[in-house]
């Protein structure tokens, strides 16, 4: 994959939702018993659906702003920080006073896989259908907007009602929150699901196949999406067809961001007008390298990295 070059201004990535502090243990042996204490490793990094992707654009050099809400704990401001020295723009994100980020805590077993995670999401309701009220024309000029089902029905709702000139882009989240997007299906350029939140979405048997529940979605208005099944890889569809793509076989560190990840590249290769084998392998790429790392973005997501192929550097 060569590097891309723009004969135009770059595209702009808006990303709308939710920013928080992960807290993750993976635990060091099988879990005997979930009452007891489990010896394990405790990190803490950045985190947070909209915050990762919006990570991963910039590292891979998008022009990417991000509206998140931000407390003024130290947290936060590392988090600040470490986004804008990847040229993330954070002028028009919130900052709340006297408030502590919103919090992600996540425990993994000793493979990586996630056991059971809890989320403290307070501060996104700042970013109410009033708030995005302000920034309509931010919104329907950007190329893309990327938005996370952190944000309540109604603000997804006044989002996904603008007179938009670029597409729509939405992150399931997780199976409660994928119910917020109801109603605004036909709204939808791209959805991006795990299997899980697709089968919650469709009202599916839990082992429907991927094509099946990518069909049921579809013909329910949403043009395309994205099914994520982990280390079994994940399916699109473009119109007409639907397309698998393997995951590259990893040894995780944990899984937590993976998603994000996947998301963040393949927006990068359609924002780039790569072909859709190509920005899915892009995809694929991004959420390898997630999976190399305990920090939901590994640092080591950048362009060389990412089109040269060299994903063995941890």
Do not use: W
Not at 164 to 172: E, F, P, Q, S, T
């Amino acid at each position: 994959m060569s590097t891309i070059h723009f004969s135009r201004p770059p595209p702009t990535i808006l990303v709308i939702g939710g920013v928080n502090y992960d807290i993750k243990a993976k635990l060091h042996a099988p879990v005997e018993h979930l009452d007891d204490s489990n010896t394990g490793l405790i990190s803490q990094h950045d985190g947070g659906v909209a915050r990762n992707i919006a990570e991963v654009l910039g590292r891979l050099k998008l022009p990417t702003t991000l509206i998140a809400v931000f407390g003024d704990d130290n947290a936060s401001q590392s988090m600040q920080q470490n986004l804008e020295d990847q040229q993330v723009d954070l002028s028009h994100a919130i900052q709340m006073e006297n408030m502590r980020s919103d919090t992600f805590l996540s425990f993994h077993d000793h493979t990586g896989e996630l056991l059971m995670a809890a989320n403290q999401m307070t501060l996104i309701k700042a970013i109410t259908p009033s708030f995005i009220h302000t920034k309509t024309d931010l919104i329907c000029e950007a190329d893309i907007v990327v938005c996370d089902c952190n944000l309540s029905p109604d603000t997804l709702a006044e989002i996904a009602g603008l007179a938009r000139k670029g597409m729509l882009v939405i992150d399931g989240v997780s199976t409660t929150k994928i119910r917020r997007i109801e109603g605004l299906y036909d709204k939808i350029d791209l959805l991006k699901l795990s299997h899980i939140e697709a089968v919650t979405l469709c009202d599916a048997p839990h082992e429907t196949s991927l094509d099946g529940l990518i069909t049921k979605a579809v013909n329910r208005g949403i043009k395309q999406v994205l099914i994520s099944k982990g280390e079994e890889g994940f399916a699109i569809n473009d119109g007409t067809n639907i397309h698998h793509f393997d995951a590259i076989k990893a040894t995780p560190q944990t899984v937590t961001g993976a998603g994000d990840c996947l998301l963040g590249g393949l927006i990068y290769g359609l924002a780039t007008g790569l072909p859709l084998a190509q920005a899915c392998e892009v995809g694929a790429k991004t959420a390898y390298l997630s999976t190399k790392s305990v920090a939901s973005v590994n640092h080591h997501i950048n362009l060389d990295n990412i089109l040269t192929g060299h994903l063995d550097i941890i």
